[in-house]
């Protein structure tokens, strides 16, 4: 079969697991946005592995991610944030993008190739591109505007955050940094 195949070539060429994530569960404990800024603070810090750039999610998608730790707490840069840029697929074109966010509602698709047209309603995730965030994560589905701005409808309902999970990948993240130069003894 082909997943057979599949199988036996990926053990082929030593393909290595994706690294599990570690759970860090947090309530959202305050709505730290304003007119200029979309974000949430929530009751997790660095006391309890939380650490900048790691993905939160919860169980509708995708969220954003942390970017700003305390001790107690830390703040979460909410996907629809005008700095908040996500390298994404279209799932089933295989189409990859930015979503980017604008302080709107929905988030925009850039850089995606000008002869493609996204379709309304297909899923958007992750794309894993640049290791921030694993592949495969949930962010919605492509709106459909009328007009010629591609944009992406969040599945996560922002004004009603509750409970989050901060995924931890470990102290390198999703993708490990690479190790320095062996040292040589005496230096």
Do not use: C, H, M, W
């Not at 990926?10 to 947090?26: E, H, K, V």
């Not at 290791?131 to 409808?153: H, I, K, M, S, Y």
């Amino acid at each position: 079969s082909i997943a057979v195949g599949l199988l036996a070539a990926s053990g082929q060429i030593n393909l290595p697991d994706d690294p599990t994530p570690r759970f860090i569960s947090a309530r959202v404990i305050a709505d730290a946005g304003g007119a200029f800024v979309k974000s949430v603070l929530i009751a997790a810090g660095a006391r309890d592995g939380v650490r900048r750039g790691q993905p939160v999610v919860n169980a509708e998608g995708l969220i954003g991610r942390i970017a700003e730790v305390g001790e107690r707490s830390a703040l979460v840069l909410l996907l629809t944030d005008l700095n908040s840029r996500v390298p994404v697929l279209l799932e089933s074109s295989g189409e990859r993008a930015i979503a980017s966010g604008d302080n709107g509602a929905n988030l925009r698709l850039n850089y995606l190739q000008a002869s493609v047209r996204a379709r309304p309603g297909e899923r958007v995730v992750t794309s894993g591109d640049g290791g921030v965030f694993p592949p495969g994560l949930f962010l919605g589905g492509v709106g459909d505007t009328g007009d010629t701005a591609q944009r992406v409808e969040p599945a996560v309902k922002f004004a009603r955050l509750d409970f989050v999970r901060v995924l931890d990948f470990g102290p390198g993240g999703y993708i490990a940094q690479p190790e320095g130069p062996p040292r040589r003894n005496g230096g």
